[in-house]
């Protein structure tokens, strides 16, 4: 073979080669440098490094989109330093409610769970309602009696979900009220989230959370909330982090992705216009993890920081927390 026919080989091959993606998120808020000890930043970033590998070792399988995402949004709800699972803010009550959904962009299957309490990974637990039943959404007692009749769906005490350091926050956003200081935006941040892009060229996204700190009256935010927290179609995949109930009122997730649907455009433009334009001029803030089907990342928000991770198509990887970075 020429010279000439083994570059053109060579450069086919590459292109053809599957490009596969992932995008993590740890949640959006007040993270400013100085708010961390060097330990807990090192433990952090662990945490994500190891959510990556977990969805990285999905799709270097050849594994499906979908079980990337939900992958890594496991270990992070298994983590204390996020809040999702194990890390959940706690509610007025003293106890926990979580929340999460995910979504299969090329077949818009989804499947979602609110005010769950004894559920190890809320995000298991969607992606049955999603296989295994006739409906996208179940709260509350509906879905711990559906949870029952799923063998692979781990039950856990309520208190399992308890850290000392969510129970400090519960106890200064309870003196904060009292004093009438209740400082909605420094106890109401977090949520976990993934979107990926493997091998087929299919791409989803998925979401978790423990709501927010004092939070009453069973409210539910944006993460489970399809189309708000999370959205996935054949050409975008997002997850949100921020104030819900301003992403439930834009449909945050479902936006961005109709402009690169519908507009044609860039996933970064779309996904800056509507994290970092329509939600702060309504009065929210937050942030948002995107992948389009090209492998094209976005990560907007418009807090001090946001705990972010990523494998891009071409093998590179990173991992911040502060809007420097």
């Not at 998120?25 to 100085?34: F, L």
């Not at 129970?167 to 009438?180: F, I, S, T, W, Y």
């Not at 937050?286 to 990560?299: K, S, V, W």
């Amino acid at each position: 073979m020429s010279l000439s026919l083994a570059l053109a080989a060579s450069v086919s091959a590459f292109a053809e080669a599957p490009r596969t993606a992932l995008v993590i998120h740890g949640g959006a808020g007040v993270i400013e440098r100085g708010s961390l000890s060097a330990e807990d930043e090192r433990a952090i970033r662990a945490d994500l490094g190891r959510a990556l590998d977990a969805g990285q070792a999905v799709l270097n399988e050849g594994g499906a989109a979908l079980d990337a995402a939900m992958a890594a949004v496991e270990v992070l709800e298994d983590s204390p330093w996020f809040n999702a699972g194990k890390g959940a803010v706690f509610n007025a009550e003293g106890g926990h409610e979580l929340d999460a959904s995910l979504m299969e962009g090329h077949t818009r299957r989804a499947g979602a769970v609110a005010g769950v309490r004894t559920v190890r990974h809320p995000i298991r637990l969607a992606r049955a309602v999603m296989e295994h039943s006739p409906h996208v959404m179940l709260v509350g007692e509906g879905a711990e009696a559906f949870a029952d009749t799923r063998p692979e769906i781990e039950r856990v005490r309520p208190d399992w979900f308890d850290t000392e350091r969510r129970r400090k926050q519960l106890q200064d956003a309870r003196e904060r009220a009292a004093r009438q200081q209740a400082g909605r935006r420094q106890y109401r941040w977090g949520t976990v989230g993934a979107v990926a892009l493997d091998a087929q060229g299919h791409l989803a996204a998925a979401t978790s959370t423990g709501g927010m700190t004092l939070k009453r009256w069973g409210r539910v935010g944006d993460s489970p909330v399809i189309g708000a927290g999370t959205w996935a179609d054949a050409g975008c995949a997002l997850s949100a982090t921020g104030w819900g109930e301003y992403f439930i009122r834009l449909a945050v997730a479902h936006e961005v992705c109709a402009r690169v649907r519908l507009r044609g455009e860039p996933l970064a433009l779309a996904a800056e216009a509507v994290v970092n334009g329509e939600v702060p001029a309504l009065g929210g803030d937050g942030g948002a993890i995107a992948l389009d089907a090209r492998g094209n990342i976005a990560m907007p928000f418009n807090t001090p920081g946001m705990y972010r991770a990523w494998i891009a198509p071409d093998g590179s990887r990173g991992v911040a927390i502060y809007a420097d970075e």
